[in-house]
């Protein structure tokens, strides 16, 4: 029988969400520091690791590490060098189909690029676009909702959260099939956001929409041979695992090479090489392009995967007991701790919750009957392990409401801060869930919930 986890083990998870949620509003100088937020991730994940291997649990941090935190950095790492040396550059006027047009084109990027990527492609040239309107703190905030956010749910590339449920089994193209749930919010966020600026563009001052009319340059694309690094990682992701290339896992007596096993991250990380070595320095600069918030998310995850470890353990072994069994409660849940969490070990631990339910329960609530047919008598798979309706409700729960709050995903700061350095008045933490969140894209997630869950 395999050893368990006691409950307490899931203290410094909960910990470390913690400091993620709340240090950066009550100790931003000290929190700023990536080293301060090594030392975090080590102060609560060695001493885990320490009870794990003592408990003769270790080879799950291990495997944890080697095959969830490795390839999750690698490909993050990838996105972020790539899109860095991507530079979008001009103004045009800032008339709501335009700024509208902006935010679709980051909704469709937001899946090939990642939605860091796409946000920090299209952040400074739609602020540079409406910066002669007076009238534009509303658009950041949808831009953060659509492109930083709900775009990013048709492919593992999209959101990390996504990138992680692929690990665990769910297939390259799966994610397609959320396209249904990711047009439909996109259309809403669209519309919503279309009504809205076309009402506030009509109060601008006259003076300012002349000049925003006559105060133009093109819009220029720079960096081109990154979109072609791009379509190395997509086709990577998409192609190098152990589905088409079954010499990269274990199986019948055969043992994988190290090589082989991480042949996608090493095809990632030349990828890395030719973008750095091959994009001129001034394109990046023009994108104030550092190393500092991909190793942030390197000490930070680090932490976040060590000590996530027990809690995946404990709560797939308890699962049965939290009262989780419908899709529409995973939606919920999974959004809710998404929202003040980081939405990635959020859709992970739910992911958990999942696999651990008795197969008749999982099956029954999901809209099976007679373990393997739904209601209309068609045949129901599981997908990464668990039932597909319950996926689907996790990756989008983690995706949408990732959006909620400025902490619920890694772009929404960065959004948030780059509007400010440009003199754009921002609400505060609370008061963007007041004045946007709660009564814009709540509603709109519900609707979502009563439609397809």
């Not at 189909?97 to 899946?111: M, V």
């Not at 519309?191 to 002349?210: Q, V």
């Not at 973008?275 to 023009?286: G, L």
């Not at 027990?310 to 308890?318: D, I, N, S, Y």
Request: with cysteine.
């Amino acid at each position: 029988m395999e050893t368990s986890v006691p409950a307490w083990t899931l203290i410094p998870f909960g910990i470390m969400l913690m400091c993620i949620a709340i240090a950066p509003l009550f100790l931003e100088k000290t929190w700023e520091k990536n080293l301060n937020k090594l030392i975090v991730s080590l102060v609560l994940g060695l001493p885990i690791t320490a009870y794990m291997i003592y408990i003769g649990l270790g080879e799950k941090v291990a495997h944890q590490l080697m095959f969830d935190y490795v390839p999750f950095i690698i490909l993050l790492c990838s996105l972020f060098v790539v899109t860095g040396g991507i530079h979008l550059s001009g103004d045009i006027a800032a008339k709501p189909k335009i700024n509208t047009l902006f935010l679709g084109i980051g909704y469709i990027l937001a899946s090939l690029m990642g939605t860091t990527g796409a946000a920090m492609l299209l952040i400074r040239p739609i602020i540079t676009t409406n910066s002669q309107r007076k009238y534009k703190t509303h658009t950041i905030l949808f831009f953060i909702a659509a492109v930083a956010n709900c775009g990013g749910l048709l492919t593992p590339l999209g959101d990390p959260p996504l990138f992680l449920l692929y690990l665990r089994g769910a297939e390259f193209t799966w994610f397609l099939n959320l396209l249904p749930e990711w047009a439909f919010v996109g259309a809403l966020l669209l519309i919503t956001y279309f009504l809205m600026d076309s009402y506030y563009y009509k109060k601008e001052n006259a003076a300012d929409i002349k000049r925003d009319n006559t105060t133009k340059s093109p819009i220029r694309i720079s960096g081109n041979v990154n979109f072609l690094y791009l379509l190395g990682i997509v086709l990577s992701v998409a192609f190098i695992n152990p589905g088409t290339i079954p010499g990269m896992a274990d199986h019948d007596g055969y043992t994988a090479s190290i090589v082989m096993k991480y042949l996608r991250e090493i095809v990632l990380t030349l990828i890395i090489i030719a973008s750095v070595f091959t994009t001129k320095k001034d394109i990046r600069a023009a994108n104030n392009y550092s190393w500092s918030p991909i190793i942030e998310v390197a000490a930070l995850f680090l932490g976040i995967f060590i000590t996530m470890t027990p809690a995946l353990l404990f709560l797939q072994e308890h699962a049965a007991s939290l009262g989780l069994d419908k899709p529409w409660q995973f939606y919920y849940a999974t959004g809710a701790l998404s929202s003040f969490l980081d939405n990635a070990p959020t859709a992970l631990a739910f992911h958990s919750v999942a696999s651990g339910l008795p197969e008749s329960i999982a099956a029954t609530n999901a809209g099976i009957v007679d373990g393997l047919l739904n209601f209309n008598g068609n045949e129901i798979s599981f997908v990464a392990k668990i039932p597909e309706t319950l996926l689907k409700a996790i990756s989008i729960g983690a995706v949408f409401f990732g959006s909620m709050t400025y902490i619920g995903n890694g772009p929404n700061f960065m959004v948030k801060a780059i509007a400010e350095e440009n003199k754009i008045s921002m609400p505060s933490f609370f008061g963007y869930m007041v004045k946007f969140s709660l009564i814009i894209l709540l509603p709109i997630y519900i609707i979502t919930q009563l439609i397809f869950f």
